[in-house]
Each structure stands twice: as C-alpha cells, then as structure tokens.
C-alpha cells in the first residue's frame, strides 16, 4: 500500500511542475509555441484554421503557416 501511495505522489507531483516557457528555447518550433501561446483561449470550431476560432489541426496549420 505504501509504494502505491508513493507511486501516487510521485505522479501528482510530476503534474504540478510548470512547463518550461517557450520564450526560452530558440528556432521555429519556440516561435511556433509562443504564437500558439498567445491563441489561448481562442474558441474552438470543427474545421476552424483560425485566426479567431481553430479545431486541433487549424491550430497547427496557423501556427507553422
């Protein structure tokens, strides 16, 4: 029981890290992550490519676009 609430903690813990930024890293996959950043929040829609609403493909499109 013991190494199972180990396990637990370990996990739970692991989530509550904060990614790194993306500011920090160099090259397109960073710039690619900071614009994605700034479209937080932007409404979802099925077959959306942005800019005002994306489904999960449209966003990744828009951003390496």
Avoid: K, N, Q
Avoid at 26 to 55: M, N, Q, T, V
């Amino acid at each position: 029981m013991r190494v199972i609430a180990a396990a637990l903690l370990l996990l739970v813990a692991g989530c509550a890290a904060t990614p790194p930024r993306p500011e920090a890293a160099d090259g397109l996959g960073a710039r690619a992550a900071s614009l994605a950043a700034r479209l937080i929040g932007a409404p979802y829609r099925a077959g959306g490519s942005g800019p005002r609403a994306f489904d999960c493909s449209g966003l990744v499109v828009y951003v390496y676009g």
